[in-house]
């Protein structure tokens, strides 16, 4: 997976819960991008970085925030979660060598009952 | 604008058959269309890609055939395996860096 780690991989939190997923790389890329992946809507862009402490919101961002502190760290947090928040969310990352090509985590199972 | 639209959602082939997937993007800006393949439980990876300077791009069983007027692109698979089956995903983007725009998806099963 290009040297990138997400945690936890799995979890089930309840509806209120603040919720943070970590993403680690060790290629030192630029870009980190957060995506969620539902059935019959592919993959969604909640929020992305262009470096250290710079990032942007995507289409799917409500609900969602974002901070990087350090090059190889991205953490995505879900401040009070909701049912419509369950979904595997990845992690990529891209940018080493000036190309577009994304390098994609295993993911995270997240549910929120 | 900027979105994309993939087609089928599911399909099914028979080993040694042709997989076609095709997608149709609106953004005239759009540059860099590349294919992830996703297998179960793993995140999507790089396939192949191809820039609007050419019009068929072709890396083993995989080819990517591009219609830059008619804003489609699709994903040939020739003599397609079992080991294909898989959810494959098109994708759009503009510059480096900049955010990808994904298809909604394709099922693919090959049977044996």
């Known amino acids: 997976d290009a040297g990138i780690t997400q945690s936890p991989r799995h979890k089930v939190t309840e509806t209120g819960t603040p919720v943070t997923l970590r993403c680690h790389q060790t290629e030192n890329h630029r870009y980190m991008y957060w995506y969620r992946q539902d059935p019959g809507h592919g993959l969604r862009l909640i929020h992305y970085s262009y470096g250290v402490k710079d990032t942007d919101k995507g289409e799917v961002s409500d609900g969602y925030s974002v901070s990087r502190s350090k090059t190889e760290d991205f953490l995505l947090t879900l401040e009070s979660a909701t049912s419509s928040q369950t979904s595997v969310y990845f992690c990529?990352?891209?940018?080493?060598?000036?190309?577009?090509?994304?390098?994609f985590g295993p993911g995270t199972r997240l549910t929120v009952l | 604008q900027q979105q994309v639209k993939q087609s089928p959602q599911s399909l099914i082939v028979q080993k040694g058959g042709i997989s076609i997937i095709n997608c149709a993007y609106e953004n005239t800006a759009f540059d860099y269309f590349p294919w992830y393949q996703q297998f179960p439980g793993k995140g999507p990876a790089l396939l192949i890609a191809?820039?609007?300077?050419?019009s068929e791009k072709k890396e083993g069983r995989f080819t990517i055939s591009f219609n830059k007027s008619a804003k489609q692109f699709s994903l040939h698979i020739m003599d397609s395996q079992p080991g294909d089956s898989a959810t494959y995903f098109c994708?759009?983007?503009?510059?480096?860096?900049?955010?990808?725009?994904f298809g909604e998806g394709t099922q693919l099963t090959v049977n044996p």
């Open positions: 191809i820039r609007p300077d050419v």
């Open positions: 990529a990352i891209s940018g080493r060598q000036g190309g577009n090509e994304q390098f």
């Open positions: 994708a759009a983007t503009k510059v480096i860096g900049s955010r990808l725009t």
